[in-house]
T-cell receptor, first 115, second 113 residues
Framework: AQSVTQLGSHVSVSEGALVLLRCNYS??????LFWYVQYPNQGLQLLLK??????LVKGINGFEAEFKKSETSFHLTKPSAHMSDAAEYFC?????????????FGQGTILTVHP | DTAVSQTPKYLVTQMGNDKSIKCEQN?????MYWYKQDSKKFLKIMFS???????INETVPNRFSPKSPDKAHLNLHINSLELGDSAVYFC????????????FGPGTRLTVT
């Protein structure tokens, strides 16, 4: 079984400040991890993913995330927030075997960026 | 130019009705998915088809029936709609051999009154 917990349903930052969105996962097999972004009234867009290899992965729009197996975490960061980053962010996990290809999502974190 | 499209975007209907949501992708992908996002924004997979063959079928009431006429289309038919079916339904697709890279449509907001 696999699950995802996103700590904090709402995060608010000032423009130019560090963005940190937290994600912890549970998986019985080595996980594949993802961050998606959803802008209002739109579908989900893939920001970045970790499958194998380097544990620090870079995505679009200046976001990056680090896979830490010992902490079962995959936190999303961006050094400097922009107003256009305001959206809802979802962390997701997929395992191997029969869970391969089946994404399990967290509850989402709404990011607000204020001037 | 649209990659994954869904129709309709909004659907308001009464309890007991039967309705369908259509999904089409022009990305050449061979796997398609239906997800349900409830009022708390919790997103959960419902079905997955690969080359018109059902490969993922989560615990979903059998009032929900997916149909894939070809690998570019995956429709969702819902019988005897209930209040609890109100949600946003997302279609997604993924490239051959890369089921982890899923591209989502804009969603269909279904409201059952």
């Amino acid at each position: 079984a696999q699950s995802v917990t996103q700590l904090g349903s709402h995060v608010s930052v000032s423009e130019g400040a560090l963005v940190l969105l937290r994600c912890n996962y549970s998986s019985s097999v080595p996980p594949y991890l993802f961050w998606y972004v959803q802008y209002p009234n739109q579908g989900l867009q893939l920001l970045l993913k970790y499958t194998t290899g380097a544990t620090l992965v870079k995505g679009i729009n200046g976001f990056e995330a680090e896979f830490k197996k010992s902490e079962t975490s995959f936190h999303l960061t961006k050094p400097s927030a922009h107003m256009s980053d305001a959206a809802e962010y979802f962390c997701a996990v997929s395992g191997g075997g029969t869970s391969y290809g089946k994404l399990t999502f967290g509850q989402g974190t709404i990011l607000t960026v204020h001037p | 130019d649209t990659a994954v499209s869904q129709t309709p975007k909004y659907l308001v209907t009464q309890m007991g009705n039967d309705k369908s949501i259509k999904c089409e992708q022009n990305l050449g992908h061979d796997t398609m998915y239906w997800y349900k996002q409830d009022s708390k924004k919790f997103l959960k997979i419902m079905f997955s088809y690969n080359n018109k063959e059902l490969i993922i079928n989560e615990t979903v009431p059998n009032r929900f029936s997916p149909k894939s006429p070809d690998k570019a289309h995956l429709n969702l038919h819902i019988n005897s709609l209930e209040l609890g079916d109100s949600a946003v339904y997302f279609c997604a697709s993924s490239p051959p051999g890369v089921p982890l890279e899923q591209y989502f449509g804009p969603g269909t907001r279904l409201t059952v009154t």
